[in-house]
């Protein structure tokens, strides 16, 4: 009994040494498991808090790209790249686009800011702003500039139609009364040779026959000495032109430009309707300090052309033709061979001419460019045609007025027509007239050589060319066999 009791003594014992001995591994089980989530815990959350680092590091990396296109950065452009160097791609390929746009914007802006290092999106519309306001500023003080000028055009304009106004009212008053101061003295006159013929009809009836032969003789005497008299004043005039020096023939300019308007290629000259200037008239343009024109086509600094007559001395034209090296400004003299002050240039033609190259005769342009100007052509000698046989025209006379000889071709009149050549030309020598070639003549009237053509259906005889480039004209070397002096013939007969 007594071992028995024994046996279960053990076995309770044993029993609870297995509960005691399950709970010691159950209890130390639940103790590692509870260690092991706890280090992943720790490694999930040190994960997290490199991550967050990083994208921090990359926000940072990013503001600091914007703060340097805004001029706040601290960091220099190579401070932040060694920076990106520890970033992911992402966060450094996006601060890198950041920072290559600025940099293009400092290249497309350095210009209008001033200073590249000072480019930045702050600077700039600064910079725009300060340009907007200085081309506002510039616009408004031209805008001002041109409506003073505007202005004082139109009163000028006025105070000269009001002058002329009160020179005509004034003209037509002293014209009237001329009229009938001169009506009365001729009425009185008319009045006492009445008288005095009828009183003195019936004392000298009887010596009639005798007094007609007297007045008979007497104006054939008058008749012969008018005409000794317009002979010697004949020789007199082409003796003294033959004496007077070609250079100073034609070296006193015209007129003077008095304003300039480059904006609307439109300029102003002190010539005007008193001193017989027309519309369509062009003239060549002079520095004005130049001594002296039409010496040589070089000193031709522009061309221009009257558009409208706008008072006794005042005129406006448009720019044809200058250069921006040497533009016209205020000043500058004027000249056509073919216009002069107060009257007509005269001139005598010979030869062929062909201003455009097409082998057809513009003998009838020339004319019409000297009768635009107010010019008269005195002789000519000259063909239309190349072909053989051309008509020959040979017309009008010279006189102690002609002034200039206008030279064309002259071979065809050497062939076809020599004693009719050689005797225009003997008379040309004689009178000492200015030979100049018809390239000159339109260079130095201010006309476009490669812009020049003539309508004549119009009746203007001028048409200038607007699509043509504005070039210098080359001249054409003069024919070296127009100055050969030719052998002497009879002056009489022919249309010379």
Same mark, same amino acid.
């Given at each position: 009994?007594?071992?028995?009791?024994?046996?279960?003594?053990?076995?309770?014992?044993?029993?609870?040494?297995?509960?005691? $001995?399950?709970?010691?591994?159950? &209890?130390?089980?639940?103790?590692? +498991?509870? #260690?092991?989530?706890?280090? &992943?815990?720790?490694?999930?959350?040190?994960?997290?808090?490199?991550?967050?680092?990083?994208?921090?590091?990359?926000?940072?990396?990013?503001? #600091?790209?914007?703060?340097?296109?805004?001029?706040?950065?601290?960091?220099?452009?190579?401070?932040?790249?060694? $920076?990106?160097?520890?970033?992911?791609?992402?966060?450094?390929?996006?601060?890198?686009?950041? $920072?290559?746009?600025?940099?293009?914007?400092?290249?497309?802006?350095?210009?209008? %800011?001033?200073?590249?290092?000072? =480019?930045?999106?702050?600077?700039?519309?600064?910079?725009?702003?300060?340009?907007?306001?200085?081309?506002?500023?510039?616009?408004? &003080?031209?805008?001002?500039?041109?409506?003073?000028?505007?202005?004082?055009?139109?009163?000028?304009?006025?105070?000269?139609?009001?002058? &002329?106004?009160?020179?005509?009212?004034?003209?037509?008053? @002293?014209?009237?009364?001329?009229?009938?101061?001169?009506?009365?003295?001729?009425?009185?006159?008319?009045?006492?040779?009445?008288?005095?013929?009828?009183?003195?009809?019936?004392?000298?009836?009887?010596?009639?026959?005798? !007094?007609?032969?007297?007045? +008979?003789?007497?104006?054939?005497?008058?008749?012969?000495?008018?005409?000794?008299?317009?002979?010697?004043?004949?020789?007199?005039?082409?003796?003294? /032109?033959?004496?007077?020096?070609? +250079?100073?023939?034609?070296? $006193?300019?015209?007129?003077?430009?008095?304003?300039?308007?480059?904006?609307? #290629?439109?300029?102003?000259?002190?010539?005007?309707?008193?001193?017989? /200037?027309?519309? !369509?008239?062009?003239?060549?343009?002079?520095?004005?300090?130049?001594?002296?024109?039409?010496?040589?086509?070089?000193?031709?600094?522009?061309?221009?052309?009257?558009?409208?007559?706008?008072?006794?001395?005042?005129?406006?034209?448009?720019? %044809?033709?200058?250069?921006?090296?040497?533009?016209?400004?205020?000043?500058?003299?004027?000249?056509?061979?073919?216009?002069?002050?107060?009257?007509?240039?005269?001139?005598?033609?010979?030869?062929?001419?062909?201003?455009?190259?097409?082998?057809?005769?513009?003998?009838?342009?020339?004319?019409?460019?000297?009768?635009?100007?107010? *010019?008269?052509?005195?002789?000519?000698?000259?063909?239309?045609?190349?072909?053989?046989?051309?008509?020959?025209?040979?017309?009008?006379?010279?006189? %102690?007025?002609?002034?200039?000889?206008?030279?064309?071709?002259?071979?065809?009149?050497?062939?076809?027509?020599?004693?009719?050549? #050689?005797?225009?030309?003997?008379?040309?020598?004689?009178?000492?007239?200015?030979?100049?070639?018809?390239?000159?003549?339109? @260079?130095?009237?201010? =006309?476009?050589?490669?812009?020049?053509?003539?309508?004549?259906?119009?009746?203007? *005889?001028?048409?200038?060319?607007?699509?043509?480039?504005?070039?210098?004209?080359?001249?054409?070397?003069?024919?070296?066999?127009?100055?050969?002096?030719?052998?002497?013939?009879?002056?009489? *007969?022919?249309?010379?």
């Amino acid at each position: 009994m007594a071992r028995k009791n024994e046996s279960v003594g053990m076995m309770i014992s044993l029993v609870l040494c297995s509960f005691i $001995i399950i709970g010691l591994a159950v &209890t130390c089980y639940m103790f590692y +498991s509870s #260690n092991a989530q706890k280090d &992943t815990t720790i490694d999930n959350l040190t994960a997290a808090k490199t991550a967050e680092e990083n994208k921090a590091k990359s926000f940072e990396y990013l503001a #600091n790209c914007a703060k340097l296109t805004i001029g706040q950065s601290q960091l220099t452009e190579q401070q932040l790249d060694e $920076i990106a160097q520890s970033l992911p791609a992402a966060s450094r390929t996006e601060g890198e686009a950041i $920072i290559t746009e600025f940099n293009n914007r400092v290249d497309q802006w350095k210009a209008i %800011v001033g200073d590249a290092n000072a =480019v930045n999106y702050l600077t700039i519309p600064d910079a725009l702003m300060a340009q907007v306001q200085d081309r506002t500023l510039r616009y408004n &003080t031209e805008k001002a500039a041109k409506e003073s000028t505007e202005t004082d055009l139109a009163k000028a304009e006025s105070a000269d139609w009001m002058q &002329t106004k009160t020179q005509l009212a004034q003209l037509d008053t @002293n014209v009237l009364q001329a009229i009938q101061d001169e009506t009365k003295a001729y009425n009185d006159g008319r009045t006492a040779a009445q008288q005095t013929f009828q009183s003195g009809m019936t004392t000298y009836k009887t010596s009639l026959d005798g !007094l007609q032969q007297q007045v +008979s003789d007497a104006n054939q005497t008058a008749t012969q000495a008018v005409a000794v008299t317009k002979e010697l004043t004949n020789e007199l005039a082409e003796k003294k /032109l033959r004496e007077t020096p070609k +250079s100073e023939r034609f070296e $006193i300019p015209d007129g003077r430009i008095t304003q300039v308007h480059q904006a609307s #290629n439109t300029v102003w000259l002190d010539l005007g309707s008193a001193d017989g /200037l027309r519309p !369509l008239t062009t003239f060549a343009v002079y520095d004005h300090e130049e001594i002296g024109v039409m010496r040589s086509p070089n000193d031709i600094k522009g061309r221009i052309e009257i558009t409208k007559i706008m008072g006794p001395h005042r005129a406006e034209g448009r720019i %044809v033709e200058d250069y921006l090296r040497n533009p016209i400004v205020d000043g500058d003299q004027v000249h056509s061979p073919t216009w002069f002050k107060g009257r007509p240039v005269h001139f005598a033609l010979i030869g062929f001419y062909d201003l455009d190259g097409d082998e057809s005769g513009d003998r009838q342009k020339v004319i019409n460019l000297i009768h635009a100007a107010g *010019g008269k052509v005195d002789a000519e000698l000259s063909v239309d045609s190349t072909t053989e046989g051309a008509e020959i025209i040979a017309k009008g006379q010279f006189t %102690v007025d002609t002034r200039y000889a206008v030279l064309g071709d002259l071979s065809i009149l050497q062939n076809q027509a020599p004693d009719v050549f #050689n005797q225009f030309m003997q008379r040309i020598q004689t009178q000492d007239i200015e030979q100049i070639t018809v390239n000159s003549l339109l @260079n130095y009237a201010g =006309v476009k050589l490669e812009a020049f053509s003539v309508d004549l259906r119009s009746g203007s *005889g001028i048409d200038y060319q607007k699509d043509r480039p504005l070039v210098e004209p080359k001249l054409q070397e003069e024919d070296k066999r127009n100055q050969r002096i030719p052998p002497r013939r009879s002056e009489s *007969g022919g249309a010379f």
